[in-house]
T-cell receptor
Framework: GENVEQHPSTLSVQEGDSAVIKCTYS??????FPWYKQELGKRPQLIID?????GEKKDQRIAVTLNKTAKHFSLHITETQPEDSAVYFC????????????FGGGTRVLVKP | EAQVTQNPRYLITVTGKKLTVTCSQN?????MSWYRQDPGLGLRQIYY???????DKGDVPEGYKVSRKEKRNFPLILESPSPNQTSLYFC??????????FGPGTRLTVL
């Protein structure tokens, strides 16, 4: 089955700097890659997703890049703010093959003011 | 208000005592899932359902049962809970392979 690895497990950045989280996946059939943000004590929420027919997607200060050949994808957060402090999860699945979703282990991001 | 609800939110029980965690969504979503969240292990899918009476195993199904008799409900059943099932559980619903809407979570402790 699919295996998703996520690095780093913790990331501390200064406010205003950029943060990058990387994920690798094992199943070349995976073609849908969402990112979820979980604030302390709350439920995960989708922040951005990408399908394999797209190499990059951007939404304001966050962007995701995908390298299908290398089977890795990354989340980029620019101009970090204290409210970006949270745990971020990447995930992989096969679009239109049901709801089988495999998550990475998570990255705890701390933005220091 | 569109939402996913779970009950109970907190539960402390003892080994072997059967329990059910309910999950309900009001968004008419076809897909529903159960996840457990443990420190350092992220979210691991237990079971998922693509429609009424259609369920399939996720990555960690051992010790759990589910049923999908109605579109809106997807209960998680622990027939004989054990301490290694102490965890934070999330139910989620979605349209096909799209954004998962998570419930508030159920914190389960098995003594």
């Amino acid at each position: 089955g699919e295996n998703v690895e996520q690095h780093p497990s913790t990331l501390s950045v200064q406010e205003g700097d950029s943060a990058v989280i990387k994920c690798t996946y094992s199943d070349s059939a995976s073609n849908y890659f969402p990112w979820y943000k979980q604030e302390l004590g709350k439920r995960p929420q989708l922040i951005i997703d990408i399908r394999s027919n797209v190499g990059e997607k951007k939404d304001q200060r966050i962007a995701v890049t995908l390298n299908k050949t290398a089977k890795h994808f990354s989340l980029h957060i620019t101009e970090t703010q204290p409210e970006d402090s949270a745990v971020y999860f990447c995930a992989a699945s096969i679009w239109a093959a049901g709801n089988k979703l495999t998550f990475g282990g998570g990255t705890r991001v701390l933005v220091k003011p | 208000e569109a939402q996913v609800t779970q009950n109970p939110r907190y539960l402390i029980t003892v080994t072997g005592k059967k329990l059910t965690v309910t999950c309900s969504q009001n968004m008419n979503h076809e897909y529903m899932s159960w996840y457990r969240q443990d420190p350092g292990l992220g979210l691991r899918q237990i079971y998922y359902s693509m429609n009424v009476e259609v369920t399939d195993k996720g990555d960690v199904p051992e010790g759990y049962k589910v049923s999908r008799k109605e579109k809106r409900n997807f209960p998680l059943i622990l027939e004989s809970p054990s301490p290694n099932q102490t965890s934070l559980y999330f139910c989620a619903s979605s349209r096909a392979s799209r954004e998962q809407f998570f419930g508030p979570g159920t914190r389960l402790t098995v003594l």
